[in-house]
């Protein structure tokens, strides 16, 4: 049962809560009363700039993109955190969000502040992660090179893109093959997420593979 009192600050278009969700429906109205702020949308990193004024707070939750917490935070010596701490809501391209939050805690992020944000999460009927300040965080840094991979070898004629499907399918068990799972939720998402990335990382596994950038300046184009 939620107990904690959290109140929603929404800068709009947020990926993770694009609609309706418990969540949101369980905010309360006025931020000052409320013990947790959750920061939604594309420009939340920007009230970073506020965590000083939400230092009372048990915990200030900034929706991320792909990039770090630390970006909006500032980072020094390892030994950055606070009551601050970065989710996002998994969604691959265009598809709706999953029910998993991943969270972002930095090395000094106080134990208060977790506790706060499962407990609110997991109060909504999310799933929670717990992962560390880096661009991409667990399942972008896991499965975009996999998926980079499908693509440069239907490009290289290893197998046909229903025999690629269907044999990691089959092979693996997965629901679903990584073409049409990419064609389904969106190769020009998938350039994004992977540019970023390299741009973070520099390395090459994250090189956004040409299908996807054909996809993006066709998009630019349309």
């Not at 399942?139 to 046909?160: C, F, K, M, Q, S």
């Amino acid at each position: 049962m939620q107990t904690m009192r959290y109140a929603v600050l929404d800068t709009g278009n947020s990926r993770s809560f694009p609609g309706e969700h418990p969540l949101i429906q369980g905010a309360a109205k006025a931020l000052k009363s409320a013990e947790v702020v959750i920061v939604l949308g594309e420009h939340a990193g920007g009230h970073a700039k506020s965590l000083e004024r939400w230092k009372d707070k048990a915990a200030v939750l900034i929706e991320l993109g792909t990039e770090s917490l630390g970006a909006h935070t500032g980072e020094s010596r390892a030994e950055e955190g606070s009551n601050a701490l970065g989710f996002a809501r998994f969604r691959l391209g265009d598809a709706e969000p999953t029910n998993l939050v991943e969270l972002v805690r930095q090395p000094r992020t106080t134990d208060a502040a977790m506790a706060a944000a499962k407990t609110i999460f997991e109060g909504a009927g999310l799933q929670v992660a717990v992962c560390g300040d880096f661009a991409g965080r667990i399942i972008d840094r896991l499965v975009r090179p996999y998926y980079n991979a499908a693509l440069r070898r239907l490009d290289e004629g290893l197998a046909t893109a229903d025999d690629l499907d269907t044999t990691l399918k089959l092979g693996l068990g997965y629901p679903e093959g990584p073409i049409s799972l990419l064609e389904r939720t969106g190769l020009s998402p998938h350039c994004d997420v992977t540019q970023a990335l390299f741009d973070a990382t520099g390395e090459q596994p994250y090189a956004p593979a040409r299908r996807a950038q054909v996809d993006k300046l066709r998009q630019r184009k349309g």
